[in-house]
């Protein structure tokens, strides 16, 4: 099966006091829209980001979630979960993003993505969904969601089919990253034999390896 974008979403400013930015406000709210979406190399185009400390920039300039996974939750939590409600610009179907291999490259519309690092949950997410102890679960589930470089700048829509053009050999995947980083600190070698990781990531594996100073 061929995977697609179930929808393209845009981030609107969203003002409350669970909010990561110092002003209070937040763009993890998410909505689909209709039509074509410029994918820049410096994010999206019309996507409000509240806390660009953290969210935004060229390597995470693009968030990815699999509609598959956002099923699981509407049933974890009993009630539905629409399009961005993860805070994703793109929902996939039939796209295995926490098997996605870091570095791998998407074609979708004219555009050209490469994968670079898991989503780490934030207590605005918690907030925005009402759930005290998200962080913990969406940890212990560990489908993060994937992170997008934009190696072409390019228009996708939703119903645009999601290719893999190229996936790196070293086969490090998404999902081991983040486990890697939470609950599965055995896994950190690995993550040094992912040279397209961001090299901040790679620095934080580099340190936990390497114990107390």
């Not at 898991?118 to 907030?127: E, K, N, V």
């Not at 470089?149 to 999902?175: C, K, Q």
Request: charged share 25%; hydrophobic share 40%.
């Amino acid at each position: 099966m061929t995977g697609r974008l179930a929808s393209v979403n845009i981030g609107v400013v969203t003002e409350a006091e669970w909010a990561g930015d110092a002003s209070g406000r937040s763009g993890i709210d998410k909505r689909p829209v209709d039509g074509p979406v410029l994918l820049r190399a410096d994010g999206v185009a019309g996507d409000f980001i509240g806390e660009r400390a953290h969210h935004g920039g060229p390597e995470q300039a693009v968030y990815a979630y699999a509609e598959e996974d956002a099923s699981w939750w509407a049933g974890e939590i009993g009630r539905g979960i629409r399009p961005g409600g993860f805070g994703e610009n793109l929902t996939t179907y039939a796209v295995d993003v926490t098997g996605a291999v870091i570095g791998e490259q998407w074609a979708v519309g004219s555009a050209l993505l490469q994968v670079t690092k898991p989503r780490t949950p934030c207590t605005t997410f918690a907030g925005f969904w009402g759930v005290p102890d998200l962080i913990r679960r969406f940890t212990v589930r560990a489908t993060p969601g994937a992170y997008l470089r934009v190696l072409r700048e390019g228009e996708v829509g939703a119903g645009d089919p999601v290719e893999v053009v190229e996936r790196p050999a070293h086969g490090v995947t998404i999902g081991e990253v983040f486990r890697a980083l939470s609950l599965e600190p055995e896994l950190l070698p690995r993550l040094l034999d992912a040279p397209d990781l961001p090299e901040g990531v790679r620095e934080k594996a580099r340190r936990r390896l390497a114990g107390p100073s």
